[in-house]
């Protein structure tokens, strides 16, 4: 099974449509191209598709500002995949349907000194999107009805935390798991000691109405440090997780997530290893139902759910 992205362009600028009431208009475009051969499906699919979201940021009035974003996503030529609603059932999927939809709208408030409060339906990605994410690698990105506030007042300490009622999720509004009802809460604590050295440690309260044997705590602390070696230039990723169960799942289970990722670069070239590790079991496993996981379980989208095995 394979895909084959391709991106478009984007822009945004403008400002001057809007003569003395100011703001910004921002316009991306974007085709994508993926085909898909898939093991026991005799048909093989092809998916062209282009996206297209256009949106306008208000000027600073007072401490808010606003934002709204349209997103037109559509299938050119012959639809030969199964978008998951267009009824293409005998070709292999890519989740990539039609649709026009609200893709953000929220009003973003700093009156608070090293604060930043945003409400409304807007992208959230979260450190490295391993857990919180927009899914970028698909047309119709996953956005989040949520009020995020983040606060760099301590010193070199920054917070984020967001509380989520609904997720608006890949598959668009004209499918039934377009959306989930949702409790989420995220708190993620980042330091930068030194220069070279970034610590962070969250935790996920994931409750999912729709999808109670996805329902998940997960604590977790992530570490990045760089230093230089001679002409050489070292890097180091870590991360912990322990996840388990919460809210209306009815599944007990105790999972981990490990990764060790070091690296070596010198002038173009880096030597990068890396090593992941995700716990399962016969009935559950360490579950991302919410992170860009095309960008770590590669492009194939038999992967992106850790098999309970």
């Known amino acids: 099974m394979t895909g084959l992205p391709f991106a478009g362009f984007s822009a945004a600028s403008a400002a001057e449509l809007f003569g003395p009431y100011g703001g910004e208009v921002t316009f991306n475009a974007r085709f994508r191209l993926e085909h898909v051969d898939q093991q026991g499906v ?72 090293d604060t930043r409060v945003v409400a409304g339906r807007q992208v959230i990605n979260v450190a490295n999107q391993r857990h919180i994410g927009a899914a970028a690698f698909r047309q119709n990105h996953q956005t989040f009805d949520a009020l995020r506030v983040t606060n760099r007042s301590v010193g070199k300490v920054t917070v984020d935390t967001f509380y989520s009622p609904e997720v608006h999720r890949i598959f668009g509004r004209r499918s039934a798991a377009g959306s989930f009802n949702t409790d989420l809460a995220v708190l993620n604590v980042a330091i930068k000691p030194r220069p070279e050295i970034g610590i962070s440690a969250y935790g996920h309260l994931f409750d999912i109405d729709d999808v109670p044997a996805q329902s998940s705590k997960t604590f977790g602390v992530r570490l990045s440090a760089k230093r230089q070696i001679g002409t050489w230039a070292g890097t180091l990723n870590a991360e912990v997780a322990r996840q388990s169960d919460y809210g209306n799942n009815q599944t007990g289970f105790d999972a981990g997530y490990y990764v060790l990722e070091p690296a070596v670069a010198k002038g173009p070239f880096t030597l990068r290893a890396k090593v992941a590790m995700i716990d399962g079991r016969g009935d559950a496993a360490f579950q991302f139902p919410f992170g860009t996981n095309h960008a770590f379980q590669g492009w194939a989208d038999k992967f992106l759910n850790t098999p309970v095995g």
């Open 42 to 113: 005799n048909r093989t699919a092809d998916a062209n598709t282009a996206r297209i979201a256009l949106g306008y940021r208000t000027p600073w009035m007072g401490a808010f500002q606003a934002f709204v974003e349209g997103e037109v996503v559509e299938s050119l030529g012959s639809a030969r995949f199964n978008s998951t609603v267009n009824n293409r059932t005998t070709y292999p999927t890519v989740v990539d349907p039609d649709t026009v939809e609200l893709n953000q709208g929220y009003i973003r408030f700093d009156g608070f000194p």
